[in-house]
Each structure stands twice: as C-alpha cells, then as structure tokens.
C-alpha cells in the first residue's frame, strides 16, 4: 500500500462515501522478479518520471501515470509517499482484490491511484504532462 502523510499524519482523502482518514492512495502486489524492493523502485521511477525529473519511454509502474492522471502529482510530494507491506507472499494477489474491493465498498470507489485503465491512464498521462504545474525543483525546495 502507499500511502499520503503529510507533517506526520496522513491526509484526508474526499471520496464519494466518506472521507479516507487513512490516506490510502494505491493497493498493489508483485509478482516481478525483481521482487518487492525491484517493484517498489519502478514505482519511485514512475514517480520521478510523472515529475518530469526523468526521461524514460515508459512507466515501469501505474502508480505514476496514476498520479499524473488524477493530478496528484501536483499536490504530493516526493517525501510525503509513505508505502507499507502488509500482505503475505502466499496470498498477496488475493489479499490485494479484496482490499482494493473492500476500500471501494467502503467508500464508494477504488483508491485515488488505482489505475480505472491502463490505456486511458497512460493517453492521459501523456497530454496532461504538460499542463503540469509544479518543476521537480520546486518539489524539491
């Protein structure tokens, strides 16, 4: 899970049903061999890339064409992403459609970076990464 924390505390997050005092933006599992540290640097990448601090052909990971399609990549930033392993390896691909099911009931829709479509988050990704915002330097400052 990754999650949004801000001074300490995670950030409320406006959904449909409630309000998300858990700050929960992305549920996922892998089955990469690059293995949960591989997985979770693909996700640091796609970041990076979503920023435009890098340039790559592709996102190695949803998370970032995620951020961008949402427009959270203006409003988080980089040491604000907080992620936790909670799920078994046995079971990990089962535990995570249940809590991706289990927040949408709850809630009323899936996390703000769960991607609806690769194909529409990825088209989006690309025409909205130039309405950005904020530069990776002022993230940084």
């Not at 970041?47 to 601090?53: I, L, P, W």
């Amino acid at each position: 899970m990754v999650f949004w924390i801000r001074d300490g505390k995670p950030v409320p997050i406006p959904r449909i049903l409630g309000i998300d005092e858990g700050s929960i933006l992305y549920i996922g599992t892998t089955r990469s061999k690059k293995g949960l540290r591989g997985r979770i640097g693909d996700l640091w990448i796609s970041v990076q890339k979503a920023r435009d601090c890098i340039k790559r052909k592709r996102y190695p990971h949803t998370f970032g064409p995620s951020l961008v399609y949402t427009g959270l990549h203006n409003l988080i930033r980089d040491e604000e992403l907080y992620y936790f392993k909670e799920f078994s390896v046995d079971k990990a691909e089962y535990q995570e459609k249940r809590a991706i099911l289990e927040y949408t009931r709850r809630y009323g829709e899936p996390p703000p970076a769960e991607p609806p479509s690769m194909e529409a988050v990825l088209h989006d990704a690309k025409s909205r990464s130039s309405r950005q915002i904020k530069t990776c330097r002022q993230i940084r400052s």
